[in-house]
C-alpha cells in the first residue's frame, strides 16, 4: 500500500492574493513542498516582500503584480507563465475583496460590482483562462468561506461572492473531471489577517465572535495551509468538489 504524498516536486503553481495572510501561508507551504510558486497580488512591493520570506527559507518563488477584478491583466499573466513554463500545476484563487460593511439596503451598485468583479468574475475567468495550460493531475482550490454558507450580518455582498465561489467551485469538478483536474473548495471562519482586523481590533466584536467559534479563537493563516496543502497534492486524488470547512467548529 501507498503511503500518501504530499510532495509538490516540480510543480508550477499560481497564487492570487499571495502578498500576505492566507495567500502567503498557502504559498509558503507550498514552495516549502518544492512546488515554483508565482504570487499575485495587485501592489508590487507587497510581493517582493512575501517573495523575499519564502526565498529565505531557500524555496523558488517569483511575482507578477496582477489585478484580479482586470481581466486583460489576468489574460497577460496567464499567457506569460503559461507560456513561460508550459503548464500551470496548481491554481489557488484566494484574493477577495470586501469593500461594503453596512445592511443590503444601503448598498450601492459600486460597491457589488467591486465585489463581484474581484471575488467572482476574475475567480471564474482566471480558471478558465488557465485551465488549457492545466496538465492532468492539475489541482484548483477556491477559497471562499463560511459566510458562503451562512452570511454575514453587514458582510452578505461578500457572503453572496462566497456563496457563488462554492457553485462555481462544484460547477467546474464536473466539468473538468474528465480531463483529469480536480476543484475544491477551502471554507475558513475568522483568520488573524489584514481582512479581519477591523474585527479583531474591535474588543466587544472580537469577544462576541470568538464566543460564536467552539476552540475559541481565530485561526492564524498557517491553520489553513496544511488543507491547502492536502487538496494541491496527490494525497488528494480522489478529492474534488469538496467544500473543506476549516473553522474552529462553527458550523457543525
Ligand atoms: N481573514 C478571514 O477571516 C477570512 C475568512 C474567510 C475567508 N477568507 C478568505 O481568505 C482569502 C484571503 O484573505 P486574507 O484574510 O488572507 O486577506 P488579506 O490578508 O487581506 O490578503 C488579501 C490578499 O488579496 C490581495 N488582493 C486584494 N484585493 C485584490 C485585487 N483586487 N486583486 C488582486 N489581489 C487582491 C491582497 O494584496 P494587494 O493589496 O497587493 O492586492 C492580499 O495579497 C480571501 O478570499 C478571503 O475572502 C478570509
Not at 509538490?8 to 515554483?36: C, D, M, P, V, Y
Not at 508550459?86 to 457589488?112: K, M, Q, S
Not at 489577517?193 to 466584536?205: C, K
Request: aromatic share 6%; glycine share 10%; proline share 4%.
Amino acid at each position: 500500500m501507498q503511503v500518501p504524498n504530499f510532495s509538490l516536486n516540480g510543480k508550477i503553481a499560481l497564487l492570487t492574493g499571495a502578498s500576505r495572510g492566507i495567500g502567503e501561508a498557502i504559498a509558503t507551504a507550498f514552495a516549502q513542498q518544492g512546488a515554483h510558486c508565482v504570487l499575485t497580488s495587485r501592489k508590487i512591493e507587497g510581493l517582493k516582500e512575501a517573495a523575499a520570506r519564502i526565498a529565505a527559507l531557500g524555496c523558488s518563488v517569483e511575482v507578477r503584480a496582477c489585478h484580479g477584478g482586470n481581466l486583460q491583466e489576468i489574460d497577460d499573466l496567464v499567457e506569460d507563465i503559461g507560456k513561460r513554463f508550459g503548464r500551470i500545476d496548481i491554481l489557488v484563487n484566494n484574493a477577495a475583496t470586501n469593500p461594503y460593511a453596512g445592511p443590503l439596503l444601503g448598498a450601492t451598485e459600486a460597491a457589488w460590482d467591486k465585489t463581484f468583479d474581484v471575488n467572482v468574475k476574475g475567480v471564474f475567468f482566471l480558471t478558465q483562462k488557465v485551465v488549457p495550460f492545466m496538465p492532468r493531475g492539475g489541482s484548483i482550490i477556491n477559497i471562499a468561506s463560511i459566510e458562503g454558507e451562512r452570511p454575514g450580518l453587514d458582510r452578505a455582498i461578500y457572503s453572496m461572492t462566497k456563496a457563488a465561489v462554492i457553485s462555481m467551485t462544484k460547477a467546474f469538478s464536473k466539468e473538468l473531471a474528465s480531463c483529469g483536474i480536480r476543484a475544491n473548495a477551502i471554507l475558513p471562519g475568522l483568520v488573524a489577517t489584514q481582512m479581519s482586523r477591523s474585527l479583531m481590533q474591535d474588543s466587544a466584536a472580537y469577544q462576541e465572535a470568538v464566543q460564536l467559534i467552539p476552540l475559541r479563537r481565530p485561526a492564524q493563516p498557517e491553520e489553513i495551509s496544511g488543507t491547502a496543502l492536502y487538496l494541491a497534492s496527490s494525497a488528494s486524488s480522489f478529492t474534488t468538489g469538496a467544500m473543506i470547512v476549516v473553522d474552529g467548529g462553527v458550523l457543525a
